[in-house]
């Protein structure tokens, strides 16, 4: 008996040829201009925009006012990252629940994790609360690198902004020198307003902060202030009736000024029941470029936070 | 040696550390020598109580931001609540820094500082790992750094109660995808291995190994290609096949406890899965769209040659004896919070009616998938799906058509309650046809053997989850089924009544699943 395919199956056939062979063909193959910069969370772009000036284009996968745990993996961007030269990532984790799966979806081997493209930020800083021990999820959803909010501190901005200008230079080798330029220009100015707005913060060194999650403490140890607790119990897990009375009772307990707050992205219910019962300022901080309307780049994010932490710890009893 | 490292790179790194901490550091260092001092110096310091007594410190030690000098007291006085007025240096003016060693303070320009942290930025990066932490937190960073893949486990447990009163006690007559609680009791649905991992830069593999009572199976154990050009793609090994949404998805992803119905009936009790080989191709346009191909043994899912004495004594002499699921993917991102993905999909394959005649299984499948979510309100979402399958069944002599589809809805109530509608039905073109030829599914009660015809389904679901990583679930189903009776003819539709309770729970590292 000879096989003779039947029209369907010579039908895909034909169709596997022709996107087989159609496709380095029909692919866009523009001369690159500017390099094409993919963050995980705005404030990455901000600065990488800063750094890249003209010669960057930026995406912010995404939003300030997004819980960037739990980013939605969305089809879009994996072709954001498809196109990309340079990703760049928060890391320790931070994105494990969501770029992946975008990441190998991209089919782009200049982003995958150990290529040049590849720039998990979390390399470039300090990091601030890694576990001493073997962690397990009964301690809540931590990190096993450390705690990923690193960049609400200036001087890890700072660094964010070197890293970010030895990657730029290492893939367009062209535009080093402007690259150095912007960031320098940049650099200087973050510690500038960094001494700023630390002299705002000067006479409120010591006192407490008590935000929801554990995504503060790098504003708290750049500010000289302190974590008195949080209003979650655990790092993702619900304040309970039990942990709010402790919380209650050390507030109590506690002398010293005291104020609550939180990211935009989580309910405020608990935090401003807890701010009402002791009569304590709550404010609500934005976590990242775009968290709230007024904190429209990563300067202003700093200068945003540093202004209404120093208002409320002023208006705070004390 | 990490020692001596540490050795040369901390000074540099308190340096900055300080200037920017600006005269904060200098007041620590100054009363750092005496406790006394220090209390002196700290007239709002805290009760001892609430520094110990801390409800919420995280069982995470924090890292030393910085190296202090040895010291009397245990603890570091805590900074003081500054009643003297804050030096008020003039706009750029220098703050003082620590000099290191010495507890002399120096002024440092913007200028210079920027140099310092660019210092300690490059040795860091050619001296250290990054992230380098303190000694003690090394050792654990040892640990967590290895080339094991991700390891997870998600287990689901269930507890199911079947109720048909005209069966008097008998059991159920519903037809069971492979997972599902099948009957009235308990039941381990399965335990989901996964092991991910990159292999090298080219590929990435993924296991996903299912463990039930019936034993262990592969559910899914791919090769991913990661780097091929003009956004081409292969999958290599035992696969989901791209046909619509549901197929591809793992029971812990899944809205309710079980599976749908026309996916269980059409494509086959785990659905449309096997050895396969995937092309695909994310094509050059302003929006998403994949298009796959699969190459996949005959074998796969329930509509082609199945699993039975058939398929094993069946080989492959030609192309035509392959299955071959063709896939198209579409998403557009309507805006910031609504996603709309569309998907097309087709797949063919020799049956079991006509030996090595080619007789051939056609599947037909669309699907539609919306999602809301407001990105400011990040606990609150609605999904809507509705996918819709055809199959035809080419037999001799004549071409059988079945169809199924199901709809469902999803809502996201808070942080931790889900609510989701669903219903699911198939038709079926002529069963006493697929009864004749071996395609027509049996009743999974002994004593009522007789195959299954149409079903229509309704039910609700209502989620509660403990923490991302766990969650319980309540779920009924309204169904209504009708079997072939004694003459191979479609009787009268019967409701049964079904409760399930779920118990879902994930260890350990668990890739993203897809959108």
């Known amino acids: 008996m000879t096989y003779q395919p039947s029209a369907p199956c010579r039908a895909l056939l034909v169709t596997l040829a022709v996107a087989t062979m159609g496709a380095p063909l029909l692919t866009p193959t523009v001369a690159k201009a500017k390099v094409r910069v993919v963050c995980t969370i705005p404030d990455l772009c901000d600065i990488a925009s800063n750094v890249g000036g003209s010669l960057v284009t930026t995406r912010s996968l995404g939003k300030g006012y997004q819980d960037p745990h739990f980013v939605d993996p969305k089809p879009s961007f994996a072709l954001a990252l498809r196109r990309a030269d340079l990703l760049m990532l928060v890391g320790l984790e931070l994105e494990v629940g969501w770029l992946p799966r975008l990441l190998t979806g991209s089919r782009n081997s200049k982003v995958v994790k150990g290529a040049r493209g590849y720039l998990d930020c979390s390399t470039l800083v300090k990091i601030l609360e890694v576990p001493a021990t073997k962690i397990s999820r009964s301690m809540g959803d931590l990190h096993p690198g450390g705690n990923p909010h690193y960049w609400m501190d200036p001087r890890n901005g700072v660094r964010l902004a070197f890293g970010t200008y030895k990657r730029l230079a290492k893939l367009d080798p062209a535009h080093r020198a402007t690259y150095k330029r912007n960031y320098k220009r940049y650099a200087l100015k973050i510690i500038r307003l960094a001494r700023r707005l630390k002299r705002l913060l000067a006479p409120y060194r010591g006192y407490y902060l008590i935000p929801y999650h554990q995504s503060m403490i790098y504003f708290i140890k750049w500010a000289g202030l302190r974590r008195l607790a949080t209003i979650e119990r655990l790092p993702g897990v619900k304040p309970s009736a039990a942990h709010l009375a402790k919380l209650h009772r050390l507030i109590a307990n506690t002398r010293g000024r005291k104020i609550i707050v939180s990211e935009t992205y989580y309910p405020s219910t608990a935090a401003r029941r807890v701010a009402s019962r002791f009569h304590l300022p709550y404010i609500r901080m934005a976590h990242m470029v775009g968290g709230l309307p007024s904190a429209t780049s990563y300067l202003q994010v700093l200068r945003h936070n540093t202004a209404r932490v120093a208002a409320a710890l002023a208006k705070a009893r004390p | ?515």
């Open chain 2, 1 to 515: 040696m990490t020692h001596q490292v540490h050795r040369l790179t901390v000074p540099l790194w308190l340096v900055a550390t300080v200037a920017l901490a600006g005269d904060n550091h200098t007041a620590l260092a100054q009363t750092a020598g005496s406790p006394a001092a220090a209390r002196a110096a700290h007239p709002r310091r805290p009760p001892a109580a609430a520094r110990v007594a801390h409800p919420r410190r995280p069982p995470a030690q924090v890292r030393p931001q910085k190296r202090q000098p040895k010291r009397n007291s245990p603890t570091p006085p805590p900074q003081p609540p500054a009643k003297a007025a804050p030096p008020a240096p003039t706009r750029g003016a220098a703050p003082r820094a620590a000099r290191p060693g010495s507890g002399e303070s120096a002024e440092v320009s913007d200028e210079e500082l920027l140099r310092q942290i660019e210092k300690e930025a490059d040795d860091s990066s050619s001296k250290v790992p990054k992230t380098q932490p303190s000694s003690t937190g090394g050792r654990v960073l040892r640990f967590i750094q290895s080339l094991n893949p991700d390891i997870s486990a998600i287990g689901c447990f269930a507890g199911a109660y079947y109720y048909d009163h005209q069966l008097e006690g008998k059991g159920n007559i519903v037809p069971q995808g492979g997972h599902d609680p099948g009957k009235t009791g308990l039941h381990l649905q399965e335990i989901e291995l996964a092991l991910q991992s990159a292999v090298d830069p080219y590929f990435r593999m993924d296991v996903f190994l299912s463990i039930s009572p019936h034993g262990l199976h592969i559910e899914e154990g791919y090769f991913t290609t990661l780097g091929l050009p003009a956004g081409l793609q292969l999958r290599l090994g035992q696969m989901f096949a791209r046909f619509g949404r549901f197929n591809q998805a793992h029971l812990h992803t899944w809205s309710f406890a079980d599976s749908m119905v026309p996916v269980t009936r059409l494509l086959g009790g785990e659905g449309l899965g096997g050895l396969a080989g995937e092309v695909s191709w994310m094509m050059p346009l302003p929006w998403y769209a994949v298009l796959s191909l699969a190459l996949m043994s005959p074998t796969a899912g329930g509509s082609f040659l199945g699993e039975g004495d058939r398929a094993e004594s069946f080989h492959i002499r030609h192309p035509g004896h392959l299955a071959y699921v063709l896939h198209l993917a579409q998403f557009f991102e309507l805006s910031a919070n609504t996603g709309l993905s569309f998907g097309l999909s087709y797949g063919l394959g020799p049956n079991n009616s006509g030996g090595y005649d080619l007789n051939m299984t056609h599947l037909l499948g669309a699907d539609i998938y919306l999602k809301i979510r407001n990105l400011r309100r990040p606990y609150s979402d609605i999904q809507l799906t509705v996918e819709g399958y055809g199959r035809l069944t080419q037999v001799p002599q004549d071409l059988l058509f079945d169809w199924g589809l199901y709809a469902l809805a999803s809502f996201r109530l808070s942080k931790r309650w889900w609510l989701a509608l669903r219903y699911d039905m198939v038709q079926i073109g002529d069963s006493s046809a697929l009864l004749a030829f071996g395609f027509a599914e049996e009743s999974p009660n002994p004593e009522l053997p007789l195959p299954v015809d149409d079903q229509h389904r309704g039910s609700v679901a209502v989620t509660f989850a403990f923490t991302h990583f766990s969650q319980i679930r309540l779920q009924y189903n309204n169904n209504w089924t009708r079997r072939l009776d004694d003459h191979a003819q479609p009787g009268a539709f019967r409701l049964s009544h079904e409760v399930i309770l779920q118990l879902q729970g994930n260890i350990g590292t668990h890739g993203a699943h897809p959108y």
